[in-house]
């Protein structure tokens, strides 16, 4: 199918925003299944996600099948108008498969077996996996591929795994072959001529697997580009089956928020649906704006509406201390993925586990049962997502400023032997979205090699490698009238992890106004540098720089005087890590400047505000009362009251508003 025949998650949503979550009955008798049912009708769900680990269920030992109970359940959920999210189950091997078949099973770095007993036990380059995984996904899908209560197919499940085996390392070669074609490409590539690492023969290039010392860095850099793709050559076999069978049926996988295993570009270019699982820490102070940035990423992968595959409705069980969610905090984070493009809200799990290594994780259903403040919760919001739903599914969402990131640069950059471990690529994205949207301003993310020409402001937090066709396109988008800004580390590499000429692309450097970049100059943990204008973190740097472009000194130590932020025309370079009110105040000056503006202005500090097509959200992510001052009569469509001029947000409130 070419992508405008691909189905889309508006043919699985049907005008409602999708509610439920993952259902594993097979861990409970059938009569359980019928009080779910109840339940789930009681809550307003309408989606479940069926099968995901039921593997040795559907499978007990090779070749046989047991579709009885799935049958069974698929029956259920259509009489009872709940549509299924069918799972391919290949993320759980069965136990025999990696006893009758070792070559199924992943190694580590040091060579050591990862065996079942848990989950994602599988090799992603083992032929027999794939076989079996094909295997089962063909059967799944002519047996239901036309019952009336598929909505969805899910292959797999938060694909993650490595391996650095010996038929990985045969993988491995073949995609080095078909990448470089020769081997004085790939020595040309990885640079070993550093450390005696020059290769004579492919059969001596292996995965990156532990070394004495320092490993090679294109080396790990191509062994992380490799494993991305294996696994998505995983998905698109299971995809591609299912597909066949259902060409009207969206397909799936879901994301783990900023997951350092895969390029989620890519992958988001062969999904009919983008989803991802997210789980911000309730005791975090700053866990709505980790929310945030995780959904604008998603809706970016998505380029348009996307699914909440997987959240918490309580405590989840893998912190040091894993707290509950206080009273409130799910509707408000449920309701702040809507806001920012979700049309599917979902939870892992629908019933909390009695057995497993997850039965502390919560459910939809607590222990509690259905009259525990969990349960409550969940049914408060199925009803109101069922009343917002015919204004909200399907609309989009409008960004005047865009972050970019880019996984490969993640990759290069993320490795041993660097100025500094205590810089952090995600961390450093964290805080220059944090700086956005503390001023309001609504970010999309783009790959640097996207178009950028409709956004007012570019930002770059960290791109540490670089294409030349992305700098072209940097260069270009001011060119054309754009504003960029930069941040620390950007542009210092090539995609080989090559460093460019000077520590840093010699274009850049002309746009920024850079003469010489003569040090890097990393700072300790807690420790800070002084400017004429703010106190910087993390980082600094021993730059000349062309007079007319310094904007901002340092002030004190062995950086005295010399430039800290230049500026050349709609072009600046920020060679430390303002501390957050600094960051904040200095991009959101450049962005008034360069045109974008607030949701809203004058908000107290714990509201957020979103415009999702026609309606504005309001989320306060605070427990004390405050009041927003809106002009003119606004209609909440959670409570359907008109609110004029004035309103007040209670404990963790949320407000949809029609002007």
């Given at each position: 199918m070419t992508a405008p025949d691909r189905p889309s998650l508006a043919d699985a949503t049907r005008g409602r925003i999708l509610f439920g979550g993952d259902y594993n009955p097979e861990q409970w008798p059938e009569e359980t299944w019928h009080e779910d049912v109840r339940l789930m009708r009681e809550a307003g769900v309408n989606s479940v996600t069926l099968g995901v680990f039921s593997w040795s269920r559907l499978e007990p030992e090779p070749g046989a099948r047991e579709f009885g109970w799935l049958d069974t359940l698929m029956d259920l959920m259509h009489t009872n108008g709940i549509g299924v999210v069918l799972a391919t189950p290949t993320s759980a091997p069965p136990p025999w498969l990696g006893r009758l078949?070792?070559?199924?099973?992943?190694?580590?770095?040091?060579?050591?077996?990862?065996?079942?007993?848990?989950?994602?036990?599988?090799?992603?380059?083992?032929?027999?996996?794939?076989?079996?995984?094909?295997?089962?996904?063909?059967?799944?899908?002519?047996?239901?591929?036309?019952?009336?209560?598929?909505?969805?197919?899910?292959?797999?499940?938060?694909?993650?795994?490595?391996?650095?085996?010996?038929?990985?390392?045969?993988?491995?070669?073949?995609?080095?072959?078909?990448?470089?074609?020769?081997?004085?490409?790939?020595?040309?590539?990885?640079?070993?001529?550093?450390?005696?690492?020059?290769?004579?023969?492919?059969?001596?290039?292996?995965?990156?697997?532990?070394?004495?010392y320092l490993k090679n860095p294109t080396q790990v850099l191509d062994f992380r580009r490799f494993t991305s793709d294996m696994l998505l050559e995983c998905y698109l076999a299971e995809r591609d089956i299912v597909a066949r069978h259902t060409p009207h049926i969206p397909v799936t996988t879901n994301f783990m928020p900023l997951f350092l295993g895969q390029d989620a570009w890519r992958w988001a270019e062969e999904e009919d649906v983008v989803s991802v699982d997210l789980y911000p820490d309730p005791r975090d102070p700053l866990g709505a704006q980790h929310g945030a940035l995780v959904q604008d990423l998603t809706r970016s992968q998505a380029r348009g509406p996307w699914m909440l595959m997987e959240?918490?409705?309580?405590?989840?069980?893998?912190?040091?201390?894993?707290?509950?969610?206080?009273?409130?905090?799910?509707?408000?984070?449920?309701?702040?993925?809507?806001?920012?493009?979700?049309?599917?809200?979902?939870?892992?799990?629908?019933?909390?586990?009695?057995?497993?290594?997850?039965?502390?994780?919560?459910?939809?259903?607590?222990?509690?049962?259905?009259r525990g403040r969990t349960f409550q919760e969940v049914k408060q919001l199925g009803a109101e997502l069922a009343r917002i739903s015919p204004e909200v599914t399907d609309s989009h969402i409008i960004a005047d400023v865009a972050i970019l990131h880019d996984w490969h640069a993640w990759w290069a950059g993320a490795q041993d032997g660097r100025p500094s471990t205590h810089v952090d690529h995600p961390a450093v994205l964290h805080a220059w979205h944090r700086a956005l949207w503390e001023s309001r301003l609504t970010t999309d993310f783009a790959h640097p090699g996207h178009d950028l020409g409709g956004y007012r402001l570019v930002v770059v937090p960290q791109l540490y490698a670089l294409t030349d066709a992305a700098i072209d396109n940097l260069l270009a988008y001011v060119r054309g009238g754009g504003t960029l800004v930069a941040g620390f580390l950007t542009g210092v590499a090539d995609e080989d992890d090559r460093v460019r000429p000077g520590g840093m692309d010699p274009r850049l450097r002309e746009l920024f106004g850079i003469r010489t970049l003569h040090e890097w100059w990393p700072l300790e943990a807690?420790?800070?540098?002084?400017?004429?204008?703010?106190?910087?973190?993390?980082?600094?740097?021993?730059?000349?720089?062309?007079?007319?472009?310094?904007?901002?000194?340092?002030?004190?130590?062995?950086?005295?005087?010399?430039?800290?932020?230049?500026?050349?025309?709609?072009?600046?370079?920020?060679?430390?890590?303002?501390?957050?009110?600094?960051?904040?105040?200095?991009?959101?000056?450049?962005?008034?400047?360069?045109?974008?503006?607030?949701?809203?202005?004058?908000?107290?500090?714990?509201?957020?505000?979103?415009?999702?097509?026609?309606?504005?959200?309001?989320?306060?992510?605070?427990?004390?009362?405050?009041?927003v001052r809106l002009p003119g009569t606004h209609h909440d469509l959670l409570t359907g009251t008109s609110r004029t001029d004035e309103i007040t947000l209670g404990r963790y409130d949320v407000m949809v508003l029609r002007s």
């Amino acid at each position: 199918m070419t992508a405008p025949d691909r189905p889309s998650l508006a043919d699985a949503t049907r005008g409602r925003i999708l509610f439920g979550g993952d259902y594993n009955p097979e861990q409970w008798p059938e009569e359980t299944w019928h009080e779910d049912v109840r339940l789930m009708r009681e809550a307003g769900v309408n989606s479940v996600t069926l099968g995901v680990f039921s593997w040795s269920r559907l499978e007990p030992e090779p070749g046989a099948r047991e579709f009885g109970w799935l049958d069974t359940l698929m029956d259920l959920m259509h009489t009872n108008g709940i549509g299924v999210v069918l799972a391919t189950p290949t993320s759980a091997p069965p136990p025999w498969l990696g006893r009758l078949y070792p070559d199924t099973l992943p190694r580590d770095e040091n060579g050591d077996v990862e065996w079942w007993g848990g989950r994602q036990h599988f090799s992603h380059s083992s032929a027999t996996y794939r076989r079996h995984a094909a295997a089962i996904t063909e059967d799944l899908a002519a047996r239901y591929g036309g019952h009336p209560a598929l909505t969805m197919w899910h292959i797999n499940n938060e694909y993650c795994t490595a391996d650095h085996g010996d038929e990985a390392a045969v993988a491995f070669r073949r995609w080095l072959r078909e990448k470089y074609g020769t081997l004085d490409a790939l020595n040309t590539a990885w640079g070993t001529d550093f450390w005696s690492q020059r290769y004579d023969s492919w059969e001596a290039v292996l995965p990156a697997r532990r070394a004495h010392y320092l490993k090679n860095p294109t080396q790990v850099l191509d062994f992380r580009r490799f494993t991305s793709d294996m696994l998505l050559e995983c998905y698109l076999a299971e995809r591609d089956i299912v597909a066949r069978h259902t060409p009207h049926i969206p397909v799936t996988t879901n994301f783990m928020p900023l997951f350092l295993g895969q390029d989620a570009w890519r992958w988001a270019e062969e999904e009919d649906v983008v989803s991802v699982d997210l789980y911000p820490d309730p005791r975090d102070p700053l866990g709505a704006q980790h929310g945030a940035l995780v959904q604008d990423l998603t809706r970016s992968q998505a380029r348009g509406p996307w699914m909440l595959m997987e959240q918490a409705a309580g405590p989840v069980n893998w912190r040091g201390v894993n707290h509950p969610k206080p009273r409130g905090l799910n509707r408000l984070w449920s309701l702040q993925a809507v806001a920012r493009g979700a049309d599917a809200v979902c939870y892992f799990q629908w019933r909390q586990s009695r057995q497993g290594a997850e039965k502390f994780h919560s459910g939809m259903v607590s222990h509690a049962g259905e009259r525990g403040r969990t349960f409550q919760e969940v049914k408060q919001l199925g009803a109101e997502l069922a009343r917002i739903s015919p204004e909200v599914t399907d609309s989009h969402i409008i960004a005047d400023v865009a972050i970019l990131h880019d996984w490969h640069a993640w990759w290069a950059g993320a490795q041993d032997g660097r100025p500094s471990t205590h810089v952090d690529h995600p961390a450093v994205l964290h805080a220059w979205h944090r700086a956005l949207w503390e001023s309001r301003l609504t970010t999309d993310f783009a790959h640097p090699g996207h178009d950028l020409g409709g956004y007012r402001l570019v930002v770059v937090p960290q791109l540490y490698a670089l294409t030349d066709a992305a700098i072209d396109n940097l260069l270009a988008y001011v060119r054309g009238g754009g504003t960029l800004v930069a941040g620390f580390l950007t542009g210092v590499a090539d995609e080989d992890d090559r460093v460019r000429p000077g520590g840093m692309d010699p274009r850049l450097r002309e746009l920024f106004g850079i003469r010489t970049l003569h040090e890097w100059w990393p700072l300790e943990a807690g420790e800070h540098v002084e400017t004429d204008g703010f106190r910087g973190t993390l980082w600094s740097e021993e730059l000349e720089a062309e007079p007319d472009a310094v904007e901002s000194r340092y002030k004190g130590g062995e950086l005295d005087a010399l430039p800290a932020v230049l500026r050349r025309d709609r072009a600046w370079y920020v060679s430390t890590l303002p501390e957050p009110e600094a960051l904040r105040a200095l991009l959101a000056g450049i962005a008034a400047d360069a045109g974008a503006r607030p949701v809203l202005e004058g908000l107290p500090p714990e509201v957020e505000a979103v415009r999702r097509g026609e309606l504005l959200f309001l989320l306060h992510h605070g427990r004390e009362p405050v009041t927003v001052r809106l002009p003119g009569t606004h209609h909440d469509l959670l409570t359907g009251t008109s609110r004029t001029d004035e309103i007040t947000l209670g404990r963790y409130d949320v407000m949809v508003l029609r002007s």
